[in-house]
C-alpha cells in the first residue's frame, strides 16, 4: 500500500510556459495542445525525469478552439512520451483552470493514486471559432442563419447578463476607483513588464517556441511575450474611451490582453524527489476556493486568498511576493485594496494587462513565475490567485525551497 503524504510533502520539480502571443499573433496558427506539448517536454527535462514516470496528466483548458481539444490533457500526455497507462484528466474552472490543474494534482498526489503528475493550462483564444447554431437541422425558407462570436459570448456571463468588463466596472463604483487610478496600474504592469524582459527575469521561465512561417517554409522563433506595449504613456492611454460603460473606467489600455499560450510544470511527492535525488523549486503550501456575487465576480481572490493563508496559518505580511491575475486593473485595484496589499510585493514583473491573459494558462504562469522569481530573490513565501467568471476566486501559497 502506498504511502499517503501530507499536503506540505507535495513539491515542484520544474515550472516553465511559452512566450504568451498576442491574439492574432505569431501564434494565432498554433494548435494549444501542441503548445501544452512544448511546455511539458521543457518542464519533463528539467525535472530530471523521464515521461514514463509521469502517473497523471491534467491540464486546463476552457475553449475548445481546435478539433483535438476535446481530448486535451490526454493527447498532450501520448504526445509528451507518458505511458499509454498514464491517465489524463482536462478540467475547466475558466480564468482559474490553471491554478486547479495544479491542486488536482495535488489531490492525487495526498491520495496516494499519484507520486508524479504532469500539470498545467494552455489555451488559443486566437482559435475561437463562430458558430451558427441549430444549422445542423436545417434553415427555414427566408431565414437566415445567425453567426455567433464564442469568444466574445463566453466573455459574458449569462447569468447576470454582465460581460466580465462590466462586473470591473461594478467594482469600480464600488471602491470608487476612478480612471487616473486604473490607468496609472496599467501603465505599472506594462513598465515593470517591460524591466523584467530587459532584465531577464523570465529566463528560467520562458521556453522558446518554434513557429511555422507560411511565407518562407521555415521556422520562426517566438520568445518573449507578443502582446507587450513598451510604448504606452499615461496620455496613450488616456485617450483611450471607455468601451462598456459611459463613463465608466474600463478600456483596452487596462483591462488583460487576449492571447494564446501555454505553462506547465510537474509536481511529484516529497518521497520521490528525495529518493531520486531531485531538487524542487518549491512546495505546495495550501489552496482555497471561494464563490462571490458573479456580477463583482472580480472580487474573488479576496475571500479564497483568506482562505488559503489561514491554512497555511500565515498571513499576507508573510508573503514575499503576491500575484493577482489582473484580468481587469479595476478589478486588480479593488482587490489590493479590499486585502490591503503592499503594492512593492504586488505584481512586481508586471501582469495579463501587459503579458495577455490565456485563460487556462494564466494561473500556470503565476504560479511558474512565483517560484522563478521567490528563488532568483532568496525570498520564501509567495501568493498566486485569480478572479473567475461566474463569481469565484481561487489562490494558493507556494513555498521556495532555496
Known amino acids: 500500500m502506498r504511502e499517503k503524504p501530507e499536503p506540505r510533502d507535495v513539491v515542484f520539480l520544474s515550472a516553465v510556459r511559452t512566450p ?9 496558427g ?25 502517473d497523471q496528466t ?18 498532450v500526455a501520448l504526445k509528451s512520451g507518458c505511458r499509454q497507462e498514464t491517465s489524463a484528466l482536462t478540467l475547466n474552472r475558466l480564468c482559474g483552470s490553471g491554478f486547479q490543474a495544479i491542486v488536482s494534482g495535488a489531490q492525487e498526489i495526498i491520495l496516494g493514486d499519484a507520486q508524479v503528475c504532469l500539470v498545467g493550462g494552455a489555451e488559443s483564444m486566437s482559435q475561437a471559432p463562430h458558430v ?7 434553415t427555414p425558407l427566408g431565414s437566415a442563419p ?3 462570436d464564442v469568444l466574445w459570448e463566453g466573455l459574458t456571463d449569462s447569468y447576470v447578463g454582465l460581460g466580465m468588463a462590466e462586473t470591473a466596472e461594478n467594482l469600480a463604483d464600488r471602491y470608487k476607483l476612478d480612471r487616473g487610478c486604473v490607468d496609472e496600474f496599467a501603465l505599472r504592469s506594462q513598465q515593470l513588464a517591460k524591466a523584467a524582459w530587459d532584465e531577464g527575469v523570465f529566463k528560467d521561465e520562458v521556453v522558446a517556441v518554434p513557429v511555422p512561417n507560411a511565407k518562407t517554409g521555415k521556422l520562426d522563433e517566438l520568445s518573449s511575450d507578443e ?55 518549491g512546495r505546495l503550501v495550501s489552496w482555497a476556493v471561494a464563490g462571490v456575487d458573479p456580477s463583482v465576480m472580480g472580487i474573488g481572490p479576496v475571500p479564497s486568498s483568506k482562505a488559503a493563508l489561514a491554512k497555511a496559518g500565515l498571513s499576507i505580511d508573510d508573503m514575499d511576493l503576491i500575484e493577482v491575475n489582473e484580468a481587469f486593473a479595476a478589478q486588480t485595484c479593488a482587490v489590493e485594496r479590499e486585502l490591503s496589499l503592499p503594492r512593492e510585493r504586488l505584481n512586481v514583473h508586471g501582469g495579463a494587462i501587459a503579458l495577455s491573459h490565456p485563460l487556462a494558462a494564466s494561473g500556470a504562469r503565476i504560479t511558474a513565475h512565483l517560484l522563478h522569481a521567490l528563488r532568483a530573490q532568496g525570498l520564501r513565501y509567495g501568493l498566486g490567485t485569480a478572479c473567475i467568471g461566474g463569481g469565484q476566486g481561487i489562490a494558493l501559497v507556494v513555498e521556495s525551497l532555496r
Open 20 to 28: 504568451f502571443g498576442t491574439f492574432g499573433g505569431k501564434l494565432k
Open 30 to 54: 498554433m494548435s494549444p495542445v501542441d503548445l501544452a506539448v512544448h511546455a511539458s517536454k521543457n518542464a519533463i527535462d528539467r525535472a530530471g525525469i523521464t515521461p514514463t514516470d509521469i
Open 58 to 75: 491534467i491540464f486546463g483548458n476552457v475553449l475548445y478552439t481546435t478539433n483535438d481539444s476535446i481530448y486535451f490533457a490526454r493527447h
Open 132 to 138: 451558427t447554431r441549430g444549422l445542423r437541422w436545417g
Open 146 to 148: 445567425v453567426m455567433e
Open 227 to 281: 502582446h507587450m506595449r513598451p510604448d504606452t504613456t499615461a496620455e496613450k492611454l488616456s485617450a483611450l474611451k471607455p468601451v462598456f460603460r459611459k463613463g465608466g473606467v474600463v478600456t483596452a489600455g487596462n483591462a488583460s490582453g487576449i492571447g494564446d499560450g501555454a505553462a506547465a510544470m510537474v509536481i511529484a511527492s516529497e518521497k520521490f524527489a528525495r529518493e531520486r535525488k531531485l531538487e524542487p523549486l
